[in-house]
T-cell receptor, first 116, second 114 residues
Framework: EADIYQTPRYLVIGTGKKITLECSQT?????MYWYQQDPGMELHLIHYSYGVNSTEKGDLSSESTVSRIRTEHFPLTLESARPSHTSQYLC???????????????FGPGTRLTVL | KNQVEQSPQSLIILEGKNCTLQCNYTVSPFSNLRWYKQDTGRGPVSLTIMTFSENTKSNGRYTATLDADTKQSSLHITASQLSDSASYIC?????????????FGRGTQLTVWP
């Protein structure tokens, strides 16, 4: 079981609200990621970070923003939520282990967001 | 276009039976292929990872195969259990960037009935 946590697990809010999805990992991983996943569909990368003060947009355009002030923390913020933001948001982290040539991403349990 | 296609989309089997899930990809260049298991409402958990030179990788009752020439992979589950009910996702990584970009399949939804 990976030590990566997401809160809240479920969130139902009204349109126009500002929300922050929390993601924390205790493995000391330098890389962290946010994915968006709709039911029955593939994961889409929306943000990633190589380390502190490093953030990049992923493949899928998203109105959300992220920050990486601490290695273990990678929160995602929506300034004004809309029904189109309804989805599951998965956080992941990874690091290249000693002697390894590839790194494996460890996923959090996800936050299921519903915007009414 | 880099893609990962999985089949079947869904599968129902009886407990104790074996099954095989398929993954075809067009990702190039190729770095590695991973199979993840995702329980409903949870994040994916890595089952196996195979690089170009590996043909088979096992993890308990899960055995993954890779044919890098035909760009196909399979995940074989032996003696299925109720807890195997989940979505199985094939993920392919390229060598094109420092990030090692990941391409995700849509998954095969496996249901194991008692």
């Amino acid at each position: 079981e990976a030590d990566i946590y997401q809160t809240p697990r479920y969130l139902v809010i009204g349109t126009g609200k500002k929300i922050t999805l929390e993601c924390s990992q205790t493995m000391g991983h330098d890389k962290m990621y946010w994915y968006q996943q709709d039911p029955g569909m593939e994961l889409h990368l929306i943000h990633y970070s190589y380390g502190v003060n490093s953030t990049e947009k992923g493949d899928l355009s998203s109105e959300s923003t992220v920050s990486r002030i601490r290695t273990e923390h990678f929160p995602l913020t929506l300034e004004s939520a809309r029904p189109s933001h309804t989805s599951q948001y998965l956080c992941a982290s990874s690091a290249l282990g000693q002697g390894a040539t590839t790194d494996t991403q460890y996923f959090g349990p996800g936050t299921r967001l519903t915007v009414l | 276009k880099n893609q990962v296609e999985q089949s079947p989309q869904s599968l129902i089997i009886l407990e104790g039976k074996n099954c095989t899930l398929q993954c075809n990809y067009t990702v190039s260049p190729f770095s590695n292929l991973r199979w993840y298991k995702q329980d409903t409402g949870r994040g994916p958990v890595s089952l196996t990872i195979m690089t170009f030179s590996e043909n088979t990788k096992s993890n308990g009752r899960y055995t993954a195969t890779l044919d890098a020439d035909t760009k196909q992979s399979s995940l074989h589950i032996t003696a299925s259990q109720l807890s195997d009910s989940a979505s199985y996702i094939c993920v392919v990584s390229d060598r094109g960037s420092t990030l090692g970009r990941l391409y995700f399949g849509r998954g095969t939804q496996l249901t194991v009935w008692p």
